[in-house]
């Protein structure tokens, strides 16, 4: 069965960064777009970044992570990564990588298929 797992996640100071990584088994990982997801306490779960079929596939990010977040994919690997940076309080959350249904990433959750049981990022002030 597919299984995303995610890892890197942890407690940070601000202005820090951390690497998530989201390693995919049980599916043909270069034939579907990758998202990110968080979800922060008391409050809906909302996108993050999306990236297509390729490492050279177009990127979506959401406005608050744009200039901060990188998404990038290895489909030798069956891995996808975020690179956060310039980490602020507001970024702790429980952040979930997804498989899309189809080749290109998506802002939609309800265009992705698979999910991983997430990974902790904590941002302390």
């Known amino acids: 069965q597919v299984q995303l797992v995610e890892s890197g996640g942890g407690l940070v100071q601000a202005g820090g960064s951390l690497r998530l990584s989201c390693a995919a088994s049980?599916?043909?990982?270069?034939?579907?777009?990758m998202g990110w997801f968080r979800q922060a306490p008391g409050k809906e779960q909302e996108f993050v970044a999306a990236?297509?079929?390729?490492?050279?596939?177009?990127?979506y990010y959401a406005d608050s992570v744009k200039g901060r977040f990188t998404i990038s994919r290895d489909n030798a690997k069956s891995k996808v990564y975020l690179q956060m940076s310039s980490l602020e309080p507001e970024d702790t959350a429980v952040y979930f990588c997804?498989?899309?249904?189809?080749?290109?990433?998506?802002?939609?959750?309800?265009?992705?298929?698979?999910w991983g049981q997430g990974t902790q990022v904590t941002v302390s002030s």
């Open positions: 997804a498989s899309a249904r189809q080749a290109w990433g998506s802002y939609r959750r309800n265009e992705y298929l698979y």
């Open positions: 049980g599916l043909t990982f270069s034939n579907y777009g």
């Open positions: 990236i297509g079929w390729t490492d050279g596939s177009a990127r």
